[in-house]
C-alpha cells in the first residue's frame, strides 16, 4: 500500500471515540480525525512469540505514512467501530502476517506516546515458524531472543509505541511469574 493509500485507508478507517476510562461514547469517527484532534480511541496490538520464545520485530514499510522505516516490537493497528481487542488483533495479524491465531488480551494502558493518546491493549500469541508479511505494512521481519531484542532497542530507530508498550509487557510477565 502506498502513502497515498495508508492516509486514504485512515480517512474511511472508523474508530470509536472512547473516555479516560476507555468506556465507549458511542461516537464513530475517521481515525484520521481522531489523530489528528488527539480524540481517544482504541489500537490493539500483539507481542508475537514462536515456540522458542524469540520475539517477533519487524521494520515497517517507507510507503507509510506514519512512522516509515521504524521498528516495531508488536503487530497491530486500530480496533473498528464495534470490534473487540481480541477480534481486532486476530484481523491485524491475518492482514499483516498472514496467520489465523487468537491473541490473549494482557492489558490495556492510557498511551499518551505516540501521534495522540490512545488505549492500548497489549496481546501475545505464539506464531507458526511460516508468516506471509505483507510488504506493504512489513519491509522486514526477523525473530530475536530477549537480549538481541533489548540490545536492538538500543540501537534501531522503534516506534514510540514499541518502548512503551515492550517495557510494560516485560513487567507484567516478570509480575505473573
Do not use: K
Not at 474511511?12 to 481515525?31: F, M
Request: glycine content about 10%; proline content about 5%.
Amino acid at each position: 500500500m502506498d502513502q497515498d493509500q495508508d492516509q486514504d485507508q485512515d480517512e474511511y478507517e472508523l474508530v470509536e471515540r472512547v473516555d479516560d476510562q476507555d468506556r465507549g461514547l458511542g461516537v464513530a469517527v475517521p481515525r484520521r480525525q481522531a489523530i489528528r484532534e488527539g480524540w481517544l480511541h482504541r489500537v490493539a496490538v500483539t507481542v508475537c512469540r514462536d515456540e522458542c520464545g524469540r520475539m517477533l520485530v519487524h521494520r515497517r514499510s517507507e510507503q507509510l505514512s506514519r512512522f516509515p522505516g521504524f521498528y516495531e516490537v508488536m503487530v497491530g493497528g486500530a480496533v473498528g467501530v464495534g470490534e473487540s481487542y481480541e477480534q481486532a488483533a486476530a484481523r491485524e495479524l491475518a492482514e499483516e502476517l498472514g496467520i489465523r491465531v487468537l491473541p490473549r488480551l494482557l492489558f490495556t494502558f492510557l498511551n499518551r506516546g505516540g501521534l495522540s493518546p490512545h488505549w492500548l491493549g497489549v496481546h501475545e500469541a505464539v506464531l507458526p515458524d511460516a508468516v506471509v508479511a505483507d510488504p506493504g505494512e512489513i519491509a522486514w521481519y526477523g525473530r530475536l531472543t530477549e537480549p538481541e531484542l533489548r540490545s536492538a532497542l538500543l540501537e534501531w530507530r522503534f516506534t514510540p509505541d514499541s518502548h512503551e508498550a515492550f517495557g510494560r509487557y516485560l513487567a507484567f510477565r516478570a509480575a505473573q511469574s
